[in-house]
C-alpha cells in the first residue's frame, strides 16, 4: 500500500553511506540488552530466525543510556539501514524524532504507536492474553488467592496486571489478587532472588498460582513456586518448560513474530506504516499449552478459557486496556 | 619516615603517569580484544574517531563530559569536607524532578528568560534537599553518609517511579513520561547558538549546560580554595579534631558541604532534562552519579583534573558506543570492560607506577642533587 | 639460636659508608657506625639529624643507596624487614605495632603463627615467654589483652616480639617517651638484663641522661652525617648537646622570678566525663593569674589532655565551672573554641598533628587555623590569600621559623618548625591566657631553648600560662607553680622552687600505690 518502499535504495545514494550498497535491516535493542530472557531476547530470536532463512545480516546495537536510542537510530538511518526497528515503548520518542529527520526510511516500533506516516507501531494486547492466564489462576487456584510480580511499576505491566486480575474475576468474583512489583529501577528486570523473595511471600499468604510478568525477575519466581510446590505462569515467550510440573502456563507475547515480520516484509516488499494491534485474534498473545503443563490444564478448564477467548474475539467479553484510562475497574 | 611527597616533578606526577596508566589500560584491553579475534588498533583507531572524529561526535562527547562533571565536582566538593557522596545518582534524579515541575508549572507562562534561572534554581534546590537529609543524619545522627546516600538513591528511584506512573505521566502515553516542554523552557543546544552566531555545526545533544558546567568549575575552585567556607570544609575533610580545635563547627559544615554536594549533581538534570530530553522522564541519570566518583577520583579532586577526566569519560561513552555500534562482536558489555579497565588503571592503581618513576628520576637525577642540611 | 660467627670479636653492627638520598634531601651522608656486641649503643641527634632513616635501613625499610651493611661480620643485603628478622634484628618502634584487641600471646605470635594450626603457634609462644621472663626478668601476663595494658607494658610486649623472632640486635627508637620516670628505670634493668644475656641494643633518643645513664658508647648525628662516637663514660651532656646542635647550648633557663597579677583563669570544682560517664577530669580546682606559668605534671593519659580540651571550649564541660574575664562556663552554659579566642585565650595544643595544624594546608593556612573567620582575612566572598601569606611570613619571620615559605605544605616543616609556627600564632595575638601542651615534644634541642624564651617573655609581658607537659624538666625549668595530676584529679600543688624531679615523680605515681619505686634517674 505504501508507495514508500522503492525508496530506500535511493535513500542510501542521497546520504553517501559507503556502507549500505544493499540495504540492510537494522535493530535497536533496549536498555535490557538482547539477552534479557524476555522481551528484547524475543525480538533476538525473531530478528535472529530472519538471518538464518534468508541469509541476509543485520546491524544492531543496544542502547546504555537513554540519548543513545536517538543516536543510534539516526545512526541507523544514516547508514541507510532500512527497515529500522526499535524495540520498546522508551524508544517512541525517539523513533518519532528520528522518523521526521529520514522521511524514507521504514521504522517498525514495537510495544509504542508512533503516528507517522513512515512508521509501522506493533502494540499487543497484552491484556487479552493476562485475562485468559488470570482464568487459568483462578480455575487452578484451590485457596482463591492468586498473586502478580511485576518488574518495574510502568504503565505496561500495570496492563498486563489488570487484564490478569480481570480474568481471575471473572472465574471467581470473590478471589483475592496480591499484586507486588520487584522495584523501582530497571535492575527490577533482572532480580531473580528478589522475585523469589515476593514468591515465598506471597505464598505466606495463601497464594497458591502467581504470575510474573517482570523479565529476568520470573526465573526466580518460577524457581520458588517449584520449590514450595505451587504454581507460577510465564510470560512474553512460552517459558513452561523451565519448571515442567508447576508451570501452570506462560501468557505468550509474540515479540518475535512482530520483529521477524518486520524484517521479512521489509525485504519482500509487504511492509507497511501504520499501528498493528496484535491480541488473541491476531495470534499476537496467547497461552501456551504443551507436553510440559497438559497435566495441570484439565479438560474442562481448557474449555472453559478456550471459549473465553473466542468470546473475547468476537467481542462478547471485554478486557479493559489499563492504558486507556489509566485505571483498572475493580 | 613519610617518603618526600615531592620527589617526582609536577609534570611527571601530573601528566605522565596518567597517561601512562590510560595506555596501559588500553594495552589490557587490546589483549581482551585480541583474544576475541578483533584488531585492537583498528578498535582504539574507531573508539577515538567515534569520540572525536567528526562534529557530532565531539557534540557527544561534550555531552556526556558535561553530566561527569557535574557530578564529578558533586563527588570532589564533598570529598573535600571528608564525606563520601554516592548519592550523585540521587540528588541528580530529585534535581530532574524539581526542574521538571518547574518547566511543566511555567514553560506555557513565563519567557525564556525567567525560566533558565529557574531552572537552575530548581535543579540546585531539590538536589541540594536530596543531600541535605543524608548530611544532616551524619552530623547529627551518626548515620554514615556512604550508607544513607546510597539508601537515598532508591528512595529517588522509588519516588520518581510513583510519581511518572501515577502523577506526571502525560495522558494516553505508553511510557511513563511527562509531556515535552515548550521550547522556551529548552536549554539552547550549542549547535542552536552557533546557528544564530552564523556558524554551522550538526546537531549533537551538547547544549549551553556544558558552559554553566565550567562556570561551576570556576566557582567550586574559588569556594574550595579561596574562601573561608572551603576553608573550614577542607579543614574538617582533613582534621576534623584540627576544625573543632579552630571553632569550626563540623556538623554545619557537613551539612553545608553535602547541600553545595547535592546542588551541585542536581545540575545534571539542566543537560539531561533541560539540553537534551525536554521532558521528564525514568532513569535520565543512567549512572552518571556513581560514574563522577571515578571522575573525581581520577581528578583528583580538583576542578580542572575533573574537567579533564570528565573529557576521558566523555570519549569513552562515546567512542565506546561507537565503538559497539562498528564492531558488532565488541557488545556493550566489552565496552564496559574497557571502562572498567581505565577506572581500575587510573584509580585504583594510580599509584602503581609511582615508585618506579620515583627510582628511575632519582637515578636521573643523581648528580644534580642538592645537600641540605636538616 | 646459634649465632657464633667466624671471628668471635666482630662487631654486631657495622654500617659503612652509608648513603641516603629523598630526593634532595641528603637524610644519610657516608655514615659509619659501629656497635660492638653485647653494648647499649646510643644514638643521639636533633630531629631529621637522619638517626631514624639510619636505624630504617638497619631494619630493612629503607635500602641504602650506597654503603655496606654487616651483621655479626657477615656482610648482608637487608631488603625488608623479614631480611632484618632473619639477619637477628629486631625493632621496637616509637609507636607500637599491637593489635590492641588481641591478646599478648597472640601479638607476638602474629606474623610467625608457625603454620596454620593456631593452637601449636600459641604454646609454642607461651613456651617462649615462659623462657623470656626467666632469662631478662620480661614479666609479663600472656593470656592478657593489649589494650588493658599499662604503656610500659605494651612496650614489653614489642620487646618480647622481637626476641620471640630471634633477635639478638635491639633497636629502640625513643622508647621512653611515653614512659613514667618508674617505668623508665624497669626498661633500664631490662636491657641491663639484655646486655647480660649478649643482646646488643641500639638506643635512639634526644634525652640525653638517659644516654649517659644506660649506653656504653654513643654515636652523634647531625645532618645525615655521623659526627662523633664518644665512650659514654668519657663525655658530658653538655658535650653531647654542642655535638649534636653545633654550636654552644644552655641547657637551663635563666628567668626572673614571677610577678603574678590578677586572675585570669579561675577553675573550679571542674569535671569532664567521657562517653562511658568515666571522669577524665576529676573536681580540678585551681586559680591562674596573669603573669605566671603555671605547670601542670603527670604521666600522659592522666587527664592532662582532656582539662586542656575542656578549658579551650573543644570538649563540654559536666560540672563544675572555669571562667575568664567575660565568660563563665559551666554545664548548663557550654561554650565553644571560636568565643573563648575572641576572649583573649589562646591554646597550643598537645599534639600538634591531630588538632593544631593541618598536614596538607600550606603553612599559611596553618598560619590562620582558628582565626580564619577573621576580617583581615575575608573579603565579601573571598578570602585574601595575600593578607593571609603575609601574616604568616610575619609569624615566621619572628619565630624564626625556617624554610620561611608560606607556600610549603605544613607537613613538609620539621617538627620544631611546625611547633615554632603553632606557637607563633597563638603567641603573637597576646593572649590574656595561653594553654599549651606539650611545647617542646618532638622538638630540637635549638628550638627547645628558643621556645622556653619565648614563653617566658611571654608570662614577662603579663599573660597566664598553663603548662602541661610531660617532661619534668621542662615543668620544672619553667614553671612558676606545679600542680600534679593523677587519674584527672589534682593531687598535689608545689611552688617551682621546692620542686625536684624525685618529689615530682612520686606524686605523678600517686606516691601510695605499690607501683612507686624510688625514681632512679639522677
Redesign the interface.
Known amino acids: 500500500m505504501s508507495p514508500l518502499r522503492v525508496l530506500p535504495a535511493l535513500l542510501a545514494l542521497s546520504l553517501a553511506s559507503v556502507f549500505a550498497a544493499e540495504p540492510q535491516p537494522a535493530v535497536v535493542f533496549d536498555m535490557g540488552g538482547k539477552f534479557d530472557k524476555s522481551f528484547n531476547e524475543g525480538v533476538y530470536n525473531g530478528v535472529e530466525r530472519f538471518r538464518e532463512e534468508t541469509g541476509i545480516a543485520y546491524r544492531e546495537f543496544e542502547v546504555t543510556n537513554e540519548t543513545q536510542r536517538e543516536q543510534a537510530l539516526r545512526k541507523m538511518a544514516q547508514r541507510g539501514s532500512d527497515p529500522i526497528v526499535g524495540v520498546g515503548f522508551a524508544q517512541g520518542p525517539a523513533i518519532e524524532t528520528v522518523g521526521k529527520m529520514f522521511p524514507d526510511t521504514r521504522f517498525t516500533i514495537i510495544d509504542s504507536v508512533v503516528d507517522l506516516p513512515n512508521v509501522q507501531s506493533v502494540v499487543f494486547k497484552e491484556h487479552e492474553g493476562s485475562f485468559l492466564v488470570g482464568m487459568l489462576a483462578a480455575l487452578a487456584s484451590e485457596t482463591g488467592t492468586v498473586g502478580f510480580i511485576g518488574g518495574m511499576d510502568i504503565p505496561l505491566i500495570r496492563k498486563f496486571a489488570c487484564g490478569y486480575e480481570q480474568g481471575v474475576k471473572f472465574v471467581n468474583p470473590d478471589a483475592q489478587v496480591i499484586q507486588n512489583m520487584t522495584g523501582t529501577t530497571p535492575a527490577a528486570w533482572n532480580d531473580p532472588g528478589k522475585g523469589a523473595e515476593l514468591a515465598r511471600s506471597q505464598f505466606d499468604r495463601g497464594v497458591d498460582v502467581v504470575y510474573a510478568a517482570a523479565g529476568g525477575t520470573g526465573i526466580g519466581v518460577y524457581q520458588a513456586a517449584a520449590d514450595a510446590d505451587k504454581l507460577a505462569i510465564g510470560v512474553d515467550s512460552n517459558q513452561n518448560h523451565l519448571q515442567p510440573g508447576t508451570m501452570l502456563t506462560s501468557m505468550v507475547k509474540r515479540v518475535d513474530v512482530a520483529a521477524y515480520n518486520a524484517f521479512k516484509s521489509g525485504a519482500d516488499g509487504s511492509w507497511q506504516s501504520g499501528v498493528q494491534v496484535l491480541g488473541l485474534a491476531e495470534g499476537g498473545v496467547g497461552w501456551a499449552l504443551d507436553e510440559y503443563n497438559e497435566a495441570l490444564v484439565p479438560a474442562e478448564m481448557r474449555a472453559q478459557v478456550e471459549q473465553a477467548e473466542a468470546d473475547i474475539i468476537a467481542g462478547k467479553v471485554q478486557v479493559h486496556d489499563y492504558m486507556q484510562d489509566n485505571n483498572c475497574p475493580d | 619516615?613519610?617518603?618526600?611527597?615531592?620527589?617526582l616533578p609536577f609534570w611527571v606526577d601530573v601528566l605522565l603517569i596518567p597517561l601512562l596508566n590510560i595506555g596501559l589500560a588500553f594495552l589490557v584491553s587490546g589483549l581482551v580484544i585480541v583474544t576475541i579475534g578483533e584488531n585492537p588498533l583498528e578498535a582504539v583507531r574507531l573508539m577515538v574517531y567515534g569520540a572525536f572524529g567528526y562534529e557530532e561526535a565531539i557534540g557527544?562527547t561534550l555531552?556526556y563530559a558535561t553530566n561527569f562533571i557535574f557530578t564529578g565536582l558533586a563527588v570532589a566538593v564533598a570529598f573535600h569536607a571528608g564525606l563520601f557522596n554516592i548519592g550523585g545518582e540521587g540528588q541528580a534524579y530529585i534535581g530532574g524532578l524539581g526542574l521538571g515541575l518547574v518547566c511543566l508549572a511555567t514553560d506555557q507562562t513565563l519567557p525564556f528568560a525567567l525560566i533558565v534561572p529557574l531552572m537552575v534554581l530548581s535543579s540546585a534546590l531539590f538536589g541540594l534537599l536530596w543531600a541535605l537529609v543524608p548530611g544532616y543524619l551524619q552530623a547529627y545522627r551518626g548515620s554514615h553518609v556512604v550508607i544513607t546516600t546510597i539508601m537515598f538513591n532508591?528512595i529517588a528511584?522509588?519516588l520518581?517511579?510513583?510519581l511518572m506512573?501515577n502523577v506526571l505521566?502525560e495522558?494516553?502515553?505508553?511510557?511513563?513520561?511527562s509531556r515535552s516542554f515548550a521550547e522556551s523552557a529548552w536549554i539552547p543546544s550549542l549547535h542552536g547558538v552557533l546557528a544564530m552566531a552564523g556558524t554551522h555545526i550538526t546537531p549533537s545533544?551538547a547544549n549551553v549546560s556544558l558552559l554553566w558546567a565550567l562556570v561551576c568549575c570556576v566557582f567550586v575552585w574559588?569556594f574550595i580554595w579561596?574562601?573561608?567556607w572551603g576553608?573550614?570544609v577542607?579543614?574538617v575533610g582533613?582534621?576534623e579534631?584540627?576544625a573543632?580545635?579552630?571553632?569550626?563547627?563540623t556538623r554545619r559544615v557537613v551539612v553545608f558541604t553535602m547541600c553545595v554536594s547535592g546542588a551541585l549533581a542536581g545540575f545534571v538534570a539542566l543537560n539531561?532534562i533541560g539540553g537534551?530530553?525536554h521532558?521528564l522522564?525514568?532513569?535520565?541519570t543512567?549512572?552518571y552519579g556513581f560514574t563522577g566518583i571515578a571522575v573525581s577520583l581520577m581528578g583528583r579532586n580538583h576542578p580542572l583534573g575533573i574537567v579533564l577526566a570528565s573529557l576521558l569519560f566523555g570519549a569513552l561513552y562515546q567512542g565506546g558506543?561507537e565503538l559497539?555500534?562498528e564492531v558488532?562482536t565488541i557488545?556493550?558489555?566489552l565496552v564496559v570492560v574497557i571502562q572498567g579497565l581505565v577506572i581500575l588503571f587510573s584509580g585504583a592503581l594510580a599509584y602503581m607506577l609511582r615508585p618506579l618513576f620515583e627510582r628511575i628520576w632519582?637515578q636521573l637525577?643523581q648528580p644534580a642533587?642538592?645537600?641540605?642540611?636538616? | 639460636m646459634n649465632r657464633e660467627s667466624a671471628s668471635v670479636a666482630a662487631p654486631s653492627v657495622e654500617m659503612l659508608g652509608v648513603c641516603k638520598r629523598f630526593g634532595p634531601v641528603r637524610a644519610n651522608e657516608d655514615v659509619n657506625l659501629t656497635v660492638t656486641a653485647g653494648h647499649v649503643h646510643g644514638i643521639v641527634g636533633e630531629n631529621g639529624a637522619g638517626k631514624s632513616t639510619l636505624m630504617s635501613i638497619l631494619y630493612g625499610y629503607y635500602e641504602a643507596d650506597q654503603g655496606e651493611l654487616r651483621v655479626d661480620g657477615q656482610r648482608r643485603t637487608i631488603a625488608s624487614p623479614s631480611d632484618a628478622i632473619k639477619a637477628g634484628v629486631g625493632m621496637v618502634h616509637q609507636h607500637f605495632m599491637l593489635v590492641e584487641n588481641l591478646t599478648v600471646v597472640e601479638n607476638v605470635m602474629l606474623g610467625a603463627e608457625g603454620g596454620w594450626h593456631l593452637q601449636r603457634g600459641r604454646r609454642q609462644v607461651r613456651d617462649a615467654l615462659a623462657r623470656l621472663e626467666q632469662d631478662y626478668g620480661l614479666e609479663i601476663d600472656p593470656d592478657a589483652r593489649i589494650d588493658e595494658l599499662a604503656v610500659g607494658l605494651r612496650q614489653r610486649v614489642e620487646i618480647l616480639k622481637a626476641l620471640y623472632r630471634g633477635a639478638r640486635i635491639l633497636i629502640l627508637d625513643e622508647p621512653t617517651g611515653v614512659l613514667t620516670p618508674q617505668e623508665t628505670a624497669k626498661l633500664f634493668d631490662i636491657l641491663g638484663a639484655l646486655k647480660q644475656q649478649g643482646v646488643t641494643t641500639l638506643l635512639i633518643t634526644h634525652k640525653l641522661r638517659e644516654i649517659m645513664t644506660v649506653t656504653d658508647r654513643v654515636s652523634v648525628m647531625r645532618g645525615g652525617r655521623l659526627v662523633a662516637d664518644r665512650d659514654t663514660a668519657d663525655t658530658s651532656q653538655s658535650e653531647l648537646a654542642e655535638l649534636m646542635v653545633g654550636r654552644k647550648v644552655l641547657l637551663t633557663l635563666d628567668k626572673a622570678p614571677a610577678t603574678p597579677g590578677e586572675d585570669a583563669l579561675i577553675v573550679d570544682a571542674l569535671s569532664q566525663r567521657d562517653r562511658h560517664g568515666v571522669a577524665r577530669v576529676d573536681r580540678v580546682s585551681f586559680c591562674l593569674r596573669r603573669g605566671e606559668i603555671l605547670g601542670v605534671a603527670g604521666v600522659s593519659g592522666n587527664g592532662q589532655s582532656e582539662l586542656l580540651e575542656v578549658l579551650s571550649g573543644m570538649r563540654p564541660v559536666s560540672s563544675g565551672r572555669f571562667s575568664l574575664p567575660g565568660i563563665q562556663v559551666d554545664a548548663d552554659r557550654q561554650t565553644d573554641p571560636a568565643r573563648l579566642r575572641s576572649l583573649g585565650l589562646a591554646h597550643v595544643p598537645e599534639d600538634r598533628h591531630r588538632c593544631g595544624m593541618v598536614g596538607s594546608f600550606a603553612a599559611a593556612e596553618t598560619a590562620i587555623l582558628g582565626h580564619q573567620a577573621q576580617p583581615q582575612f575575608n573579603g565579601h566572598l573571598l578570602s585574601r590569600g595575600r593578607a593571609i601569606r603575609r601574616h604568616c611570613a610575619q609569624l615566621m619571620s619572628s619565630f624564626d621559623v625556617r624554610p620561611p615559605n608560606p607556600l610549603l605544605r605544613s607537613a613538609a616543616f620539621s617538627g620544631g618548625n611546625q611547633q615554632k609556627l603553632i606557637l607563633a600564632r597563638e603567641m603573637e595575638t597576646r593572649p590574656r591566657v595561653l594553654l599549651v601542651g606539650q611545647p617542646t615534644r618532638g622538638v630540637d634541642i635549638g628550638a627547645i631553648e628558643f621556645i622556653h624564651r619565648k614563653l617566658v617573655a611571654l608570662r614577662d609581658a603579663g599573660a597566664g600560662i598553663l603548662l602541661v607537659s610531660v617532661e619534668l624538666e621542662e615543668i620544672l625549668s619553667l614553671s612558676d607553680r606545679i600542680v600534679v595530676m593523677f587519674e584527672g584529679r589534682i593531687v598535689g600543688e608545689v611552688a617551682a622552687s621546692q620542686a625536684d624531679e624525685q618529689l615530682l615523680g612520686l606524686m605523678m605515681a600517686n606516691a601510695h600505690t605499690p607501683d612507686s619505686a624510688t625514681v632512679r634517674v639522677a
Open positions: 619516615m613519610s617518603r618526600a611527597a615531592g620527589v557527544y555531552y532508591f528511584s522509588a520518581m517511579v510513583y506512573v505521566i495522558p494516553g502515553s505508553m511510557s511513563p513520561e545533544p574559588l579561596h574562601s573561608r576553608y573550614a577542607r579543614t582533613s582534621n579534631s584540627a573543632r580545635y579552630a571553632g569550626i563547627n539531561e537534551v530530553h521532558r522522564l525514568l532513569n535520565f543512567a549512572g558506543a559497539a555500534f558488532p557488545t556493550r558489555d632519582l637525577s642533587a642538592v645537600t641540605t642540611d636538616a
